[in-house]
Structures are given as C-alpha cells and as structure tokens.
C-alpha cells in the first residue's frame, strides 16, 4: 500500500487508538481527570505520538521525518513511563495498564520499523 497521506501510516493509525484509550481511561477514574498536571501531561503525550508522525510526513524529507518518528517514539516511552504512575496512584488496574502498555509498545515497534525502513530507503524523498 502506498502512502499517500499520514493517515494512511500504519504507526499513526494505531497511536490515534492510544488516544482514544487513554482520554477513555481518564474519564474512567475521578481521582485521574482531577489530577490535572498529571492529566494534561499523559494526554499530551499520547497526542503527541501522532503529531510527530504527521508533521514529519508533511515535511517531505526522509531526515526530517526520520527526527519526527524519533521524537514520537520518545513519546511513547514517556507515555509507558507515565502509566506506572497512573498504576501505582491507583488510576488504573494492573489489566488496564497492561493494555495500554501493550499498544504504547506497538506504536513503538511499527515507528522503529518505520525508521528502519525510511533508513534504507534511497527512495524519492530527498535527505
């Protein structure tokens, strides 16, 4: 399949879940949506992952989007990072946190594989 937009990226795609899921998991707890700093940090975060996977797309350089899908799989760890706290301040069940660990980690991989793709690319995009 060809990309033509970053909404067709497959990492994108999959962090737009990790949204849904993590609003969806501040909702769920009273103590989580009061948390404000913590909230606000976690939330960005996540959005953060697709927004670097889609401004790096729209700079159309294989380096400059190569930096952005670095940057968004930071964020991801920093989304990982961010759930322990959510679990041990008792926001979220071990089960919840396992499940959005486990998509934050996809969104890891496909972006690693993604990089390692646009690093063996001698492709149209320029460097």
Do not use: C, H, P
Request: glycine share 4%; aromatic share 12%.
């Amino acid at each position: 399949m060809k990309i033509e937009r970053f909404e067709d990226i497959k990492a994108w795609q999959e962090a737009r879940v990790l949204v849904k899921m993590v609003y969806d998991a501040v909702k769920s707890d009273k103590g989580f949506s009061s948390d404000y700093k913590f909230r606000e940090q976690i939330q960005s975060a996540a959005v953060s992952i697709m927004s670097n996977i889609a401004e790096g797309f729209s700079r159309r350089s294989k380096k400059e989007f190569t930096q952005f899908l670095f940057i968004a799989k930071g964020s991801a760890a920093e989304v990982q990072s961010q759930l322990y706290v959510a679990l041990d301040q008792g926001y979220i069940s071990q089960e919840k946190f396992n499940e959005l660990y486990s998509k934050s980690d996809e969104i890891a991989r496909l972006i690693s594989g993604f990089i390692q793709y646009l690093l063996g690319l001698k492709s149209s995009l320029s460097s």
